[in-house]
């Protein structure tokens, strides 16, 4: 494996900045990596940049909206992590897919992880390890015979309309479970 291709940015930095400030050091690292690719690829277009994702993903590469999607409270909680893996990781997605033939290209397939590699000098991880407990919360609890489970707003929406689910320890269907009346929800 090679070095990383982009600098690591200063964590102490980078821990200082207000969020215009964090958000305008995200824009920039990106612009580095688009930089970077068009070495590779000179036609790349530059992609538009978003802070509206939410949920357990830091990054999505967006080529409907024609940019990268970025979650701005793991961003924030995971600064020079995510500056550092995710965003070569969407720009990598971004090139593969404006690639020939990389409409057809697996999204964590050979020619991604050939970017990630040869390219970044990063290790092709598929997933992040980010703590997700602020940026998804699942505020809803259902129960099997063994455990607790907890759902975001929407599955808890798709299974109020007739999706069930099962638990993968014990098989046994989950039944929502309904806090006392008595008990503070948060």
Known sequence: MTAPALP??????????????????????????????????????????????RGKSAGQAHFGRGGLRFNPVLLDENRLAFLVEVVPHEMAHWLVHHLEDGERARPHGREWQTVMRRLFGLPPRTTHRFDTGRSSPAPYRYRCGCREHAFTARRHALARRGSRYRCRHCAQTLVYYAPPAFEKTV
């Open 8 to 53: 690591a940015p200063d964590a102490t930095r980078l821990d200082a900045l207000d969020r215009q400030a964090l958000h305008r050091a995200l824009i920039d690292r990106v612009e580095a990596a688009w930089r970077l690719c068009l070495e590779v690829h000179p036609a790349l277009p530059r992609p538009a940049v978003w802070l509206d994702l």
